[in-house]
């Protein structure tokens, strides 16, 4: 009997109660090999994962790869069973005809042996649409039971920032959980914006549970996470595309796990993200996403709307930007009041310029407090307005005899006794913090020259000169039709 060479292939699920363990399969691979004079050349695993779909197993892809060779290194692929190799029954036979006609390798089952005629390749098929039957069935017993594990509030997945798992229980992780709780509360009631948010976790050194960066995308999957106000949603998303199913296909229940947030936060958070789910304010948007040191800031002098950027190429091969209405774009302005990034920016920097050399400059003052450095006398402030629509609310329920007397008196009088408390709080910020009463022109042309200086350099990046612009100035207007250019300057106290 003449050597063979084969590869081994070894497959263990999740979720497949007969299997065995990927030692055993190994090993019965290696007895099977020893006593038939074959070689194995090497063996590939995919552990924990599904036979239903070859491309989401990276050993199998590899092992196909090799064998598909043209220097034919394989003889036969050596599976403990054909369910190893398979159970989608279609790509079973597209895998092993391609294997078998084009390569000449068969796939062997050790523990299923077929005789080489027609009712072998009958009993392949059957035996194929066996393990597809079953696999069917098992993942169908898999997803009712964790709908039912749903609709008890039992958590499922992995564990969302601000949790650990213990004994396949959610139990908080107090440091993580202490940052969870500060970004709603700077999300939902200091109104910072998620890219703020992000740089602010960012600065301080955090990270997502995965070790990276917080980006946009993972501040707002936390902030819409009904798990950290104690509640499950579950299948909510098709897993193959991440879609959204119908309202109806969800389950949400009562969790089972403590919550790190309260259920008004929870809900004033996803208020604030309908209302701003489309953002407008330029300051949402990342200077990263930028093609040009101006976007962002230059405005449509028609509708106002921002110009929008896209990369050109002069004959030379040199890039540039050209700014169009975004408006226009979408039939909601009657010109597109292009202008080349060429024609801006000399324009800008003259502007600029004139400014700095006239020394005098008109500008508005921002009240704007950088991430690190959140306003608490705003926040103080939105509180006692709050308190107003309060007081309104009890002194209706009285009106229409909700309430008695006696509990009317007894909520104005909690009410007065936190607007008493607020009203010191801000009394103390702002002996402590006086506003400046000299005029800050001086510091706003000194900020002028500083980014000025950015901007004719060559060592900042499109980038660098982005955000440092976008700290002194709030939009540009440039009217080609009549050469003329403003720019709208701020200064944040």
């Known amino acids: 009997m003449s050597v063979k060479y084969a590869y081994g292939y070894i497959r263990v699920s999740t979720h497949d109660q007969e299997e065995i363990s990927p030692d055993s399969q190994e090993h019965l691979l290696r007895d099977y090999a020893a006593k038939n004079n074959i ?27 090799l064998a598909k060779g043209d220097d034919h290194p394989a003889d036969l692929i050596l599976v403990w069973k054909f369910s190893r190799f398979a159970r ?47 696999s069917i069935r098992l993942s169908g017993e898999v997803l009712r039971g964790m709908k039912e594990n749903a609709a008890r509030g039992a958590f499922q997945g992995a564990a969302p920032f601000g949790y650990k798992t213990v004994d396949k229980t959610l139990v908080i992780d107090p440091e993580k959980a202490d940052i969870v709780r500060h970004v709603f509360n700077m999300y939902a009631n200091e109104k910072l914006s998620v890219f703020d948010i992000a740089r602010y976790l960012n600065n301080l050194g955090f990270r997502t549970i995965r070790g990276n960066l917080f980006e946009r995308r993972t501040v707002e999957y936390m902030l819409k996470n009904p798990t950290y106000c104690g509640m499950i949603h579950w299948n909510k998303t098709e897993n193959a595309t991440h879609s959204i199913k119908n309202k109806d296909e969800w389950i949400v229940s009562q969790g089972q796990h403590p919550s790190i947030i309260s259920q008004e936060l929870f809900d004033a958070t996803q208020e604030r993200l309908k209302a701003t789910r489309r953002p407008s304010r330029r300051r949402e948007r990342p200077s990263s996403t930028y093609k040009h040191w101006l976007s962002g800031l230059m405005k449509c002098p028609a509708c106002g709307k921002t110009l929008s950027a896209c990369t050109q190429k002069r004959v030379n091969g040199e890039k540039y930007a ?44 921002h ?87 950015i901007l004719i350099s060559d060592s900042y990046t499109y980038v660098q000169k982005n955000e440092a612009l976008k700290q002194i100035v709030d939009k540009i207007i440039y009217d080609k039709e009549s050469d003329s250019l403003k720019i709208y300057f701020f200064l944040c106290r």
């Open 39 to 65: 070689v194995i050349l090497k063996i590939f695993t995919d552990l924990g994962i599904s036979g239903r779909k070859a491309n989401k197993r990276p050993g199998f892809q590899e092992m196909i790869g």
């Open 88 to 134: 989608n029954q279609e790509e079973s036979i597209v895998y092993k005809s391609l294997l078998k006609k084009q390569h000449n390798v068969d796939v062997v089952s050790v523990s299923e042996p077929l005789s080489d005629n027609p009712f072998g390749s009958l009993i392949e098929r059957i035996i194929e649409w066996m393990d597809e039957y079953y």
């Open 322 to 365: 050209y700014f169009s209405c975004y408006g226009y774009a979408h039939g909601q302005c009657d010109k597109a009041h292009g202008v080349s990034s060429l024609v801006l920016e000399p324009e800008v920097l003259a502007g600029i310029k004139e400014v700095l050399d006239a020394g005098n400059i008109s500008y508005e003052l």
């Open 367 to 453: 009240d704007y407090r950088p991430t690190e450095a959140v306003d608490e006398r705003s926040i103080i402030k939105d509180r006692l307005n709050s308190l107003a629509s309060k007081e309104e609310r009890i002194k209706a329920s009285y009106r229409e005899g909700i309430d008695t007397l006696e509990e009317y008196k007894s909520n104005k009088a909690i009410l007065q006794k936190e607007r008493d408390n607020l009203e010191e709080q801000l009394k103390e910020l702002e002996g402590q913090n006086p506003e400046p009463d000299q005029d800050p022109t001086g510091d706003m042309l000194l900020k002028v020259r500083s980014v000025y200086d």
